[in-house]
C-alpha cells in the first residue's frame, strides 16, 4: 500500500510541477526549443532542477543499496545504441518541436486543457501500439571498446 500511495503522490508531485514551471503549457515549451528565435531559457532552469533532484535521489539510494519502497536499486547498465533506439528518439524529439508536449506534460494536460491535449495523447498511444506490434530487429551484441 505504501508503494502505491507514494507513486500517487510523487505524480501528483510531478503533474502540479508540469503546471506550475510551464512545462504542461506548448507554446512556452515552443519558444523554449526555439534557440534562433524569441527563445525563453527558463524551462532550462525546470530542468536544470529536476536533474539535480533525480540524481540526489539515486545517489542517496546508491549509498543505501536500495530505495526505500523497493527491494533493490535498478539503474540501466545498456550502453549500445539500436536503430529503434536512435528513430525512436528521433520521432520523440520531432513530436515535441512541433507539438510542444511530451507524454508527461501531455497526460498533465489532459487534466487541465483537454482540448489541446487529446490529439497529442490519442498519436501517442498509436505510435506506443505499433512499437508493441512491429517486429524487433534481432538483437546485435553491443560494441564495447575502441578496438571492437
Known amino acids: 500500500m505504501a508503494k502505491i500511495v507514494s507513486a500517487f503522490a510523487v505524480g ?14 506548448p ?6 526549443l526555439d534557440v534562433t528565435g524569441r527563445w525563453d531559457p527558463s524551462l532550462a532552469f ?5 536533474v539535480a533532484i533525480s540524481a540526489t535521489g539515486y545517489l542517496v539510494a546508491r549509498r543505501r543499496g536500495r530505495p526505500l519502497l523497493a527491494s533493490r536499486l535498478e539503474i540501466p547498465t545498456r550502453r549500445d545504441l539500436d ?3 536512435i528513430v525512436g528518439a528521433a520521432v520523440f524529439g520531432i ?32 505510435g506506443m501500439l505499433a512499437f508493441r506490434l512491429l517486429p524487433a530487429a534481432a538483437p546485435k551484441p553491443a560494441i564495447q571498446g ?3
Do not use: E, I, N
Open 12 to 25: 501528483l508531485l510531478f503533474g502540479l510541477g508540469l503546471l506550475v514551471s510551464g512545462m504542461a503549457d
Open 27 to 32: 507554446a512556452k515549451v515552443l519558444v523554449f
Open 46 to 50: 525546470v530542468m536544470a532542477g529536476a
Open 83 to 85: 536503430p529503434r533506439l
Open 95 to 126: 513530436g515535441w518541436g512541433l507539438a510542444g508536449l511530451c507524454p508527461g506534460p501531455a497526460l498533465t494536460l489532459l487534466t487541465v486543457a483537454p482540448a489541446q491535449a487529446v490529439t497529442f495523447v490519442v498519436a501517442m498511444v498509436v
Open 146 to 148: 575502441a578496438d571492437a
